[in-house]
């Protein structure tokens, strides 16, 4: 998704350069090259062989140490960036690019170049509200430099506050969403729901489900390489979150799925409920083990919130709202019941007992029944194929 991006990141010295590393990991991932520019303090905290060995690429820091392109080694960063992103950026850092100083490789790279600029500011909340760091802060996007925005929480000084570098993800979003502007999700809020949920009997037994999980990340995936802002709900999986998400949230019950997507609900223009939640769960949730000891035992449930029907409810004329119908018999009539049941735009339907689709599959087999009463049939194929087929209807949604 960021394949052959130039991207140059400059690390700072503060404590959060330890989320640096997963920056330039997670980058690396998407296809990006990435060059590494690290403050003398900076190396106090993490090696220059850390980036090395992530990156693949020299590490620079010196301003006077030997060339590693063969040309005045600030200037050939300069030109080589699409993009530059300082993360963390120190108030330091900030004040000298703010002022003009190039008195390092990473000012004086930061000078030169005449790539878009992106820097997320960590440090303790009162240098951070300081009147001369926000005049900086100021000074820098009112030139045009990009501003991610510092989080709130706990901060290594001890106190609490707005200060933190945002977590990974989040700042590879934002260079990644920067690239792909003009695709066609491009702006767009996508929230997915994956894998099933597990409903605690004991502490050690649950109930739960054979959902892997791999048709929600598929399609979380395929979202971020429309240019979506995703976000991804996850039950239990042993799958590796796609890269460039917003935000992935791993939850263990329907309860905790619920308040997961509520909260994150109204800011969405695509969901899709992908996840196989539970519909019963225990009534009474023992403290201890079950011991095995009498010959029958029974189990008291009560229902789960229906979350898709309650977001059917809440649903917005400009949202766009997909489930999924697994069934193991009268699979349209289930269907198109689910899908006017709970105010689907299109719902996606598929009988697991047919051989190599349904849960813990790599293929799926499945039918797309829509509001007007179409039925669209799919030959056997990849989950990340069907995926894109589902936001190719979606897209089609997002155009009438």
């Not at 140490?65 to 063969?70: E, G, I, M, R, S």
């Amino acid at each position: 998704m960021l394949d052959g991006k130039k991207i140059v990141l400059g690390v700072t010295g503060g404590i959060a350069v330890y989320k640096a590393v997963e920056i330039a990991s997670r980058l690396r991932k998407l296809g990006a090259d990435v060059h590494v520019i690290m403050t003398r303090a900076a190396k106090e905290f993490v090696t220059e062989l850390t980036f090395r060995e992530i990156t693949g690429n020299p590490v620079s820091s010196d301003m006077f140490a030997p060339v590693a392109h063969y040309n005045v080694e600030h200037i050939a960063l300069a030109n080589l960036a699409d993009v530059m992103l300082i993360a963390p950026a120190t108030a330091n850092v900030i004040a000298k690019i703010a002022h003009g100083v190039a008195d390092d490789m990473l000012t004086t790279t930061a000078l030169a170049t005449v790539a878009p600029i992106f820097f997320a500011p960590s440090m303790n909340s009162n240098m951070l509200s300081n009147v001369a760091t926000q005049e900086n802060i100021k000074t820098l996007t009112s030139r045009g430099l990009h501003l991610i925005e510092p989080a709130s929480g706990h901060l290594a000084c001890g106190t609490s506050g707005k200060g933190r570098l945002p977590e990974p993800c989040e700042i590879v979003s934002v260079i990644d969403s920067f690239f792909n502007e003009g695709k066609s999700l491009s702006g767009k809020n996508v929230l997915v729901t994956a894998a099933g949920t597990r409903e605690p009997i004991d502490p050690v037994r649950y109930i739960g489900n054979r959902s892997s999980g791999r048709m929600g990340y598929a399609l979380a995936g395929e979202a971020v390489s429309r240019g979506a802002s995703v976000v991804l709900v996850s039950g239990p999986s042993s799958l590796e979150a796609p890269e460039g998400l917003k935000e992935f949230i791993k939850v263990e019950t329907a309860g905790e799925m619920r308040a997961a997507v509520m909260s994150r609900f109204r800011d969405a223009d695509i969901v899709i409920k992908a996840a196989a939640v539970a519909d019963y769960r225990a009534k009474v949730i023992a403290e201890n083990k079950i011991k095995k000891n009498a010959e029958e035992w029974t189990l008291s449930l009560e229902k789960n919130p229906d979350i898709l029907k309650e977001l059917g409810e809440k649903k917005r004329g400009n949202q766009i709202l997909v489930g999924f119908a697994a069934e193991t018999q009268n699979l349209i009539e289930n269907a198109k019941a689910k899908l006017e049941k709970k105010n689907l735009d299109f719902i996606v339907a598929n009988d697991v007992t047919k051989p190599n689709a349904g849960f813990n599959t790599e293929t799926n087999l499945i039918k797309i029944l829509s509001r007007d009463g179409g039925v669209e049939e799919f030959p056997l194929m990849k989950k990340s194929d069907l995926a894109k087929k589902i936001f190719e209807r979606i897209e089609k949604v997002m155009e009438k």
